[in-house]
């Protein structure tokens, strides 16, 4: 019963939010031309999809036709995969091993795009005791929030030749253990923890280090875009035309990081107590990560480049009959929505 009213309520929030910014733009919210698209999140509405409130705040979903809504995530709520099998919801923001597990259940998913292309899984450590390459972690107490993770630890280990010789320290989400020496090394968000230690006048490769995963040979996308085949198959044009707005809340967001901020603490995150310097902040360390170097765009990623790493997280995710990514990337949609 609590988690249906969780549901429920979030689901308010975003078809209230919605109407709400159709209606500062004058327009109605239940326009007879507009298709609706639900998007599931796997967190709470916060600066993480900054291109999303940028695009619905603007108007830019409504003028593509797309009566864009949304569900909010967080501690306690389900995976937006189960929000999308069960038809709850159209689109969902996920990540790879969660969505190879359902496919190799027997739903029927496709991913078309990523929030983060580059994640913003990272070895955040101390001076005293840095992390910068896969080789540094050998022998080291390495802080994990989440127990699983530990597969990851394993892949960046084996993929560089190296033993998978660590202790794990389990931990929670603050860097506080790794200040009071508890671990040598924590497994952290680029765009959360090392933010903290900013703001207790630390400094970024003074003193501490922040090592993506990517760049240690772990090229996994974050936050990928998921949604059921049939859709694709029945709702291309729609698709693309969703894409496209996030582009542009991209490019929106990228001018003005404190906008999109402000509205995830005043509007569509508002219940949550956020800071908007702490969203700001956060903000703009995460764009960079939103475009693969060298591609042509955001949502895209280099499946020769990141196959070998899709491949081993899932089989370190102890996945049965895993699928091929080539059957699970659908990126032409993407593409299209770029070009136009």
């Known amino acids: 019963m609590i988690l249906n009213s969780a549901l429920s309520r979030r689901r308010f929030l975003g078809y209230s939010a919605a109407a709400a910014g159709l209606a500062a733009l004058g327009l109605p919210a239940r326009a007879a031309e507009q298709q609706v698209l639900t998007t599931g999140f796997g967190w709470i509405a916060n600066v993480e999809h900054a291109h999303f409130w940028r695009a619905l705040d603007a108007g830019i979903f409504a003028e593509a036709g797309i009566d864009a809504r949304f569900l909010a995530g967080g501690p306690g709520l389900p995976n937006p995969l189960v929000s999308l099998s069960a038809g709850q919801i159209d689109i969902a923001f996920s990540d790879w091993v969660s969505v190879a597990g359902a496919?190799?259940?027997g739903n029927d998913f496709a991913i078309i795009g990523c929030n983060f292309p580059v994640s913003p899984s990272a070895f955040l450590s101390l001076a005293k005791t840095p992390v910068k390459t896969a080789a540094d972690l050998v022998g080291k107490r390495i802080l994990l929030s989440n127990p699983a993770n530990k597969s990851i630890v394993d892949t960046v280990l084996t993929n560089a030749g190296l033993p998978t010789e660590y202790?794990?320290?389990p931990t929670g989400f603050s860097p506080e253990p790794l200040l009071n020496g508890d671990g040598d090394v924590y497994l952290c968000f680029a765009t959360n923890q090392p933010?903290?230690?900013e703001g207790m006048g630390m400094k970024a490769d003074q003193d501490f280090f922040v090592t993506l995963l990517?760049?240690?040979?772990y090229r996994v996308p974050a936050s990928t875009i998921a949604v059921p085949r049939t859709l694709i198959e029945?709702?291309?044009d729609l698709l693309v035309s969703y894409l496209r707005a996030l582009l542009k809340g991209y490019e929106l967001n990228k001018q003005d990081p404190a906008v999109a901020a402000k509205l995830v603490v005043e509007k569509y995150g508002a219940d949550y107590g956020l800071d908007v310097a702490q969203q700001t902040r956060q903000n703009e360390t995460q764009i960079p990560l939103m475009a693969y170097p060298g591609l042509t765009g955001p949502l895209l990623v280099d499946l020769e480049l990141v196959r070998p790493s899709l491949v081993a997280a899932a089989?370190?995710?102890?996945?049965?009959?895993a699928p091929e990514a080539d059957k699970v990337f659908d990126l032409s949609l993407a593409q299209d929505a770029l070009k136009s």
């Open 103 to 105: 496919v190799a259940k």
């Open 167 to 169: 202790e794990v320290v």
């Open 195 to 197: 933010l903290i230690l």
């Open 214 to 217: 990517n760049d240690l040979g």
């Open 234 to 236: 029945t709702k291309r």
């Open 315 to 321: 089989a370190a995710a102890g996945i049965e009959n």
